[in-house]
C-alpha cells in the first residue's frame, strides 16, 4: 500500500468502518486490508505513519527465496556449489534427476537471489567463494585479451569441414594456452566441441616445442576417430603445429585474428578454468595429475547444452559406438 491509502485506512478505521467498506473505497481486495492490519497495526491501533514506516522496514530486508527455505533444496544447492556446479547446472540437474515433482525445480536466478541476499559471513563467504567467479556481487564479466602472432603455413579455419561447425559429428576439438602469473608459466587446454570433454596438459615452458608436446601426450590416448581436426588461435606456440599435426594424424585450423567467438567453447572452457587456476598464480606447481583432476572435475559437471549430462558421459558413449555411428 501507499502512504495515502494507509492515511485513508487509518481514519477510515478510527470511524468505525469495517475491513470490507474500506477494501472498497480503496478498491482494494479485503485480504490485502486485512494482511495489512495484521502485519503493520501489532497489537496497537492500526497508524498510518507507523505501519507506513514498518512496511518499508520490511521491505528493505533481504529475503531468500521461499522454495529455498526448503531444507532439503537448500543442501542440496549447498552440496553442489562446494563440487563446482553453478547454479544453472544446479537448476538443470534437479529437472533431470526430478521430472515430475515440481516442488524439486528451482531456476538459476533463484539460486542467485538466494546466494546474494544471505547476511554477511561464513557461510556467505563460502558459498559465493563456489561460483566461478566467486564476486562479492553481481555485475558482468570482462572479456579476456586474446594474443596473436605469426605462424607459418597457417589453414584459415574458413576451409574447416562445415560438419564442425554443426556440432552433430564428435571428434573435433578446440585449443589454446592459459598463462600464469607473469606469463611465465602455462597449461595446454583441450575441449571436444561436441561432448565438452577437457582436457589439459602440464607444460613445462611456454614456448613452442613444450605446446606440441604436451597436446601430443594427451590427444595421442585419444581414439582416432574422435580425434579429426583441432581449431586454436594465432598464439606463437602454435608454431610447431605441422609437426604436431603429422604426428596425431590431425588437422589443424586457425581462427581469424581477434575472433575468440570462433573458439567459443574453448573461451569458455578457459573461464571455467579459472576457478580452478587463478589468474596470476604459477602453473608450473601442478602436477599433471593434479590438472588430471581438475578437468574431472569440469567433466562431472552437468552441462546445459547437454541437456545436463555430464561431458563424461556423452563422451563415454561415443567412445563405445561403432565406427558407422561416428559417422566414418
Known amino acids: 500500500m501507499s502512504a495515502k491509502e494507509r492515511e485513508t485506512l487509518s481514519l477510515g478505521l478510527a470511524r468505525g468502518h469495517s475491513l470490507r467498506t474500506m477494501a472498497l473505497v480503496l478498491g482494494r481486495a479485503p485480504s490485502t486490508v486485512s494482511r495489512e492490519l495484521a502485519r503493520n497495526a501489532r497489537r496497537a491501533p492500526y497508524r498510518a505513519c507507523t505501519a507506513h514506516i514498518l512496511a518499508s522496514a520490511r521491505a528493505r530486508q533481504p529475503r531468500r527465496s521461499r522454495k529455498l527455505l526448503d531444507p532439503w533444496l537448500w543442501q542440496y544447492v549447498q552440496t553442489h556449489l562446494a563440487e563446482g556446479y553453478s547454479p544453472e547446472q544446479i537448476a538443470g540437474r534437479l529437472r533431470r534427476e526430478y521430472p515430475d515433482d515440481m516442488q ?10 538466494g546466494l546474494y541476499v544471505l547476511p554477511r559471513g561464513a557461510l556467505r563467504s563460502q558459498l559465493l567463494a563456489a561460483l566461478r ?5 553481481r555485475r558482468p564479466r570482462a572479456r579476456e585479451t586474446d594474443r596473436r602472432g605469426q605462424i607459418p603455413n597457417m589453414t584459415p579455419i ?53 605446446a606440441r608436446e604436451g597436446f601430443t601426450k594427451k590427444l595421442r590416448h585419444v581414439p582416432t576417430l574422435l580425434r579429426q581436426t583441432l581449431t586454436y588461435d594465432q598464439g606463437k606456440e602454435m608454431a610447431e603445429h605441422e609437426r604436431l599435426a ?10 581469424d585474428p581477434y575472433s575468440p567467438w570462433q573458439r567459443g567453447t574453448n573461451e569458455n572452457t578457459n573461464g571455467l578454468l579459472r576457478q ?25 559437471r552437468p552441462r546445459k547444452c547437454l541437456n545436463f549430462a555430464t561431458p563424461l558421459e556423452v563422451y563415454a558413449q561415443l567412445r563405445h559406438r ?5 559417422g566414418t
Open 104 to 113: 524439486k525445480h528451482l531456476s538459476a536466478e533463484t539460486i542467485y537471489v
Open 276 to 300: 580452478y587456476l587463478p589468474k596470476g598464480t604459477d602453473l608450473s606447481g601442478y602436477t599433471q595429475r593434479a590438472l588430471n583432476a581438475i578437468a574431472h572435475r569440469l567433466n562431472t
Open 246 to 255: 603429422e604426428r596425431l594424424a590431425i588437422r589443424i585450423f586457425f581462427a
Open 158 to 210: 574458413a576451409e574447416r569441414p562445415a560438419e564442425v561447425a554443426t556440432r552433430t559429428v564428435p571428434g573435433h576439438w578446440e585449443g589454446d594456452l592459459i598463462k600464469g602469473a607473469r606469463n611465465g608459466s602455462a597449461v595446454d587446454t583441450l575441449v571436444e566441441r561436441t561432448t565438452r570433454l577437457v582436457i589439459l596438459a602440464r607444460m613445462t615452458r611456454t614456448d613452442a616445442r613444450s
Open 133 to 137: 567467479q566467486a564476486r562479492k556481487a
Open 322 to 326: 561403432s565406427p558407422v555411428a561416428l
